[in-house]
T-cell receptor, first 113, second 119 residues
Framework: NAGVMQNPRHLVRRRGQEARLRCSPM?????VYWYRQLPEEGLKFMVY????????ESGMPKERFSAEFPKEGPSILRIQQVVRGDSAAYFC???????????FGPGTRLLVL | AQTVTQSQPEMSVQEAETVTLSCTYD???????LFWYKQPPSRQMILVIR??????QNATENRFSVNFQKAAKSFSLKISDSQLGDTAMYFC????????????????FGTGTRLQVML
């Protein structure tokens, strides 16, 4: 059973460009979570999605950030018009329904020049 | 809102010795999960151990065990027979129990403890 997959692993963007981060959950997992880790800090929750639904987006910045988890395909975290402060590691996690344990992907390191 | 506090930014231990990492949390919930995750230099987040609040017995996983004190809201991690591969950042995390919320829930993390295992 493959683990949580994220791609790309590293992404470099110039200020003002768009960044698209992808996450494929573990097989059988219908819940996806995105977290952001700034340098030398802990992980901060951004958004929690189930298929075609955003359940909790309380940690998502109000502007430029969006997330989706379509019926088919991976979950996408989209950052429009990136700024240097968006440079961070973005982790995706997945879990089965109604269990507590989340399993993490390897993360995407975003660098904004 | 829940908060998780890890008061030890850095710790070190000699190989084969035992070390305890501290974690306290604040919540008004009665049922919840607590976790320890490990982040080695590869930056991958690896689940170390999980504790359900309604279970009085402390969780153990091989060399890793916890001391869960619900009344004190304390959740420390003990690593026995430390190995070089245990060198990593360790994060304590809190989650509301899915049965409380009717669905899964987010993790709230502490700021981490950097553990260095020395020869």
């Amino acid at each position: 059973n493959a683990g949580v997959m994220q791609n790309p692993r590293h992404l470099v963007r110039r200020r003002g460009q768009e960044a698209r981060l992808r996450c494929s959950p573990m097989k059988g997992h219908s819940h996806v979570y995105w977290y952001r880790q700034l340098p030398e800090e802990g992980l901060k929750f951004m958004v929690y999605l189930q298929k075609e639904n955003i359940i909790d987006e309380s940690g998502m910045p109000k502007e430029r950030f969006s997330a989706e988890f379509p019926k088919e395909g991976p979950s996408i975290l989209r950052i429009q018009q990136v700024v240097r402060g968006d440079s961070a590691a973005y982790f995706c996690a997945s879990s089965p329904p109604l269990t507590g344990t989340q399993y993490f992907g390897p993360g995407t390191r975003l660098l904004v020049l | 809102a829940q908060t998780v506090t890890q008061s030890q930014p850095e710790m070190s231990v000699q190989e084969a010795e035992t070390v305890t990492l501290s974690c306290t949390y604040d919540t008004s919930e009665n049922n919840y999960y607590l976790f320890w995750y490990k982040q080695p230099p590869s930056r991958q987040m690896i689940l170390v151990i999980r504790q359900e609040a309604y279970k009085q017995q402390n969780a153990t996983e091989n060399r890793f065990s916890v001391n869960f004190q619900k009344a004190a809201k304390s959740f420390s991690l003990k690593i026995s027979d430390s190995q070089l591969g245990d060198t990593a950042m360790y994060f304590c995390a809190f989650m509301k129990h899915p049965l409380n919320t009717g669905t899964a829930s987010k993790l709230t993390f502490g700021t981490g403890t950097r553990l260095q295992v020395m020869l």
